[in-house]
């Protein structure tokens, strides 16, 4: 897991060739020019999904076995749990969607504003959509980015 602001991305570039495109791909204002759903960035290996949702006191804890999640919040506030999927219980499979649900204690909770990057790789599971003090809407970008 990664818990940075947006100015501070590039530091992590070298860590994979599609993490890289992704990072360019957001400091050139790339997601000011998001419209809603899929947008392509790099074929398969980077994506960008953008949505819009009412944050919620409770929420799944979901990972991914082929993606890296870069999380970025546009407007409004929420929290996102993390977890190492190790110290999780899996409760649903579902590979060709790349969903894996968990259940089981957070080890952090990381409050996202706009401006705030949360990059979460396989071995991080993660529970979005969450209350910061109260209900909010939130537009957000999930930059989803090949892991190999």
Do not use: W
């Not at 990664?2 to 957001?26: M, N, P, V, W």
């Not at 960008?48 to 006191?57: I, L, S």
């Not at 409770?58 to 890296?68: C, L, N, S, V």
């Not at 204690?105 to 409050?111: D, G, N, T």
């Amino acid at each position: 897991m990664i818990f940075c602001k947006l100015e501070q991305l590039s530091r992590y570039k070298g860590l994979s060739k599609h993490l890289d495109t992704a990072i360019r791909f957001l400091e050139e204002g790339g997601a000011s020019r998001l419209t809603m759903g899929c947008n392509e960035v790099d074929g398969e290996a980077v994506y960008v999904n953008r949505f819009d949702y009412d944050t919620a006191e409770e929420a799944i804890t979901e990972g991914h076995i082929r993606y890296i999640d870069v999380h970025v919040v546009l407007s409004g506030q929420e929290q996102i749990g993390v977890a190492d999927v190790s110290t999780l219980q899996e409760v649903e499979r579902r590979e060709e969607e790349d969903y894996i649900g968990f259940s089981g204690p957070f080890q952090c909770m990381c409050v996202m504003k706009p401006g705030d990057v949360l990059i979460t790789f396989p071995e991080d599971a993660h529970s979005p959509k969450r209350q910061n003090g109260g209900p909010c809407h939130v537009e957000k970008a999930v930059i989803k980015v090949l892991a190999c």
